[in-house]
T-cell receptor, first 114, second 110 residues
Framework: GAGVSQSPSNKVTEKGKDVELRCDPI?????LYWYRQSLGQGLEFLIY????????KSGLPSDRFSAERTGGSVSTLTIQRTQQEDSAVYLC????????????FGPGTRLTVL | DAKTTQPPSMDCAEGRAANLPCNHS???????VYWYRQIHSQGPQYIIH???NNETNEMASLIITEDRKSSTLILPHATLRDTAVYYC???????????FGTGTRLQVFP
């Protein structure tokens, strides 16, 4: 079956513009995670969805970052007034639902803020 | 902060076993040890996980010490395609998020 997909694969934007990043999880997966990875760094947790609700938003770096998930499926990560330090690869992962289930990652969106 | 420590890099000859160590001395009794790897420019890929017993699957084996304070991921016959950054992660209890450290960069050479 299809894996996790993300779009766009690459996004170049100017400082101060808003961007939206999309994640399509594996069909039927109830949990969805957003991470980001700066150049040469490990992954940094941003936010976690269980269904449409977000019980853990602790990783969002500022109020310019927000995310939503509708219909228990697609999720959108929005970054307002982008800054150069927002440049990173944004990764999405989905989980089947059990606590110990593994996370399956998408290919990521590479965001470059000029 | 990541609850694991790993060597920053390792080399392994193709066809030989790669043994990647990980220390997690503060692990709690209900926390699992997960291993993921990330090949250049790709999203992380799940390898294996365990609680206290040793585990084996088609990709690798996971050896967890009896006191659970450390573990070793074993790739029995490393290939060039196994060159990647390998992350050892302790799953945070009661949530599913994975806290990634900096991992071990494994270079498999011919």
């Amino acid at each position: 079956g299809a894996g996790v997909s993300q779009s766009p694969s690459n996004k170049v934007t100017e400082k101060g513009k808003d961007v939206e990043l999309r994640c399509d999880p594996i069909s039927g997966h109830t949990a969805l995670y957003w991470y980001r990875q700066s150049l040469g760094q490990g992954l940094e947790f941003l936010i976690y969805f269980q269904g449409n609700s977000a019980p853990d938003k602790s990783g969002l770096p500022s109020d310019r970052f927000s995310a939503e998930r509708t219909g228990g499926s697609v999720s959108t990560l929005t970054i307002q007034r982008t800054q150069q330090e927002d440049s990173a690869v944004y990764l999405c992962a989905s989980v089947g639902g059990r606590v110990t289930d593994t996370q399956y990652f998408g290919p990521g969106t590479r965001l470059t803020v000029l | 902060d990541a609850k694991t420590t790993q060597p920053p890099s390792m080399d392994c000859a193709e066809g030989r076993a790669a043994n990647l160590p990980c220390n997690h001395s503060t692990i709690s009794g209900n926390e699992y040890v997960y291993w993921y790897r990330q090949i250049h420019s790709q999203g992380p890929q799940y390898i294996i996980h365990g609680l206290k017993n040793n585990e084996t699957n088609e990709m690798a084996s996971l050896i967890i010490t009896e006191d659970r304070k450390s573990s070793t991921l074993i790739l029995p016959h490393a290939t060039l395609r196994d060159t990647a950054v390998y992350y050892c992660i302790v799953r945070v209890a009661n949530t599913d998020k994975l806290i990634f450290g900096t991992g071990t960069r494994l270079q498999v050479f011919p």
